[in-house]
């Protein structure tokens, strides 16, 4: 709508209790405005359902849409994933119901389609990534989100570059274990699978088939199928293979292009078996170099998602906790006979060995050696006194390292439930520790 409309002109002071600060867009049946909760000191993003009386009058069914808003409605708090765009509240106002949901600035992926703009494929790989893990937790939740397609997915933006990624919009979403507030046969025609096309029973790799084609548009710069109308269309996605990538961008890896397409498959039992084995074939793609890097790409989070999972220390921590480590850790390279720690020194971080090897010595005398997937410095954690925080120990860099380290202070930020993965996690590694100490104690040390 031009901005020297009447409507555009009204824009509201105030939905409910929230500030107005400006309209972010609008359709058929709802406008969503970028406003400020004040209560929380956060941005949001209110979603409003336009009155029955102007939906009826544009030739749509209020009561159908009305579900769109019941949908996304049920699902108020039970997503918390860094993935996955928040909802916060829903107010079945009888004049204007509205949804409050997270505040993402930026744009959509559709912004990227377009052959004039598209991503570098490392780019793209890293947005599939994180949309497959997103989409994974979604699944577990016992949902199918049925209308995947760059328009809701969010891009978090850094000046030019996407530097994250959001699912949003659950207007759509089929609850495997609740029916009243389903919508049938909803989509977008470009991005659904076959079975989703039939009104078949789905699952979620209709929502796969769906990420697939997204990841196609990203990389090609079109759809993998396109027809002057919904039937030809429609006869393409159920009888014709899309294109191969290769031939319609240079630089695309058979590896990249395979796992596309298979995810593009006709019968759901072709494509990959489940969330976590398409995740982690894009994260591959990344770790064997397959993609050209950015220029200035440091290790993107996909790489260092994929290591904490490998690491015993994070063996009980789920995706959710998982991606908060990546985004709260810090990440460091050590070189050898640098020093982590030296006798007398008060800790003030502890670190978690995510490659290479250190050394533990004790007045001269090496006691220990500790090696990828163990944690070291741990003290300046748990110790309840200023005295146990000093270090009783020199430890060094044996083999050059890549640690994964906290402060007390940057641990205090991560959710309760991910410090209790902490915890237990310690826990683990003391009763080890003392274990060893009973075995060798001809060698007895004290816990760093």
Known sequence: ?????????????????????????????????????????????????????????????????ERFFAAEAALVGRLEHPNVVQIYDAVADVESPHLVMEYVPGTTLKSFCRADALLSLEQIVEIGFKCAMALGYVARQGLIHRDVKPANLLAVMDGEKVIDVKVSDFGSVLQLDADRTQVQRVGSLAYMSPEQLDGAELDTRADMYSLAAVLYHLIAGRPPFEGPTQAALMQQVFNEAPAPLAALRAGVPDSLDALVRGALAKQPAERPADWDAFAQSLAGV?????????????????????????LEFFGAFGDVELWEVVHRAKWQRFAFGHTLYRKGQEGGSFHILAAGEVEVFRDGRKVAELARGTSVGEMAYLAPSEELRLHRADVIVSQPCTTISFTPQTLAQLTMGTRHRFDDAFIKVLVRRLHAAHEALDHPRRIL
């Open 1 to 65: 709508m031009r901005p020297d409309t009447e409507r555009y002109r009204q824009l509201p002071r105030k939905i409910g209790k929230y500030r107005v600060l400006a309209r972010l867009g609008e359709g058929a049946t709802s406008e969503v405005f970028h406003a400020r909760d004040d209560f929380h000191r956060r941005d949001v993003a209110i979603k409003c359902v336009r009155p029955p009386s102007d939906i009826d009058a544009s030739g749509g069914d209020s009561q159908f849409y």
């Open 286 to 310: 990344i770790a064997r170099r397959e993609v050209p890097r950015g220029r200035v790409q440091g290790v993107l989070d996909s790489e260092r998602f994929s290591l904490l999972r490998s």
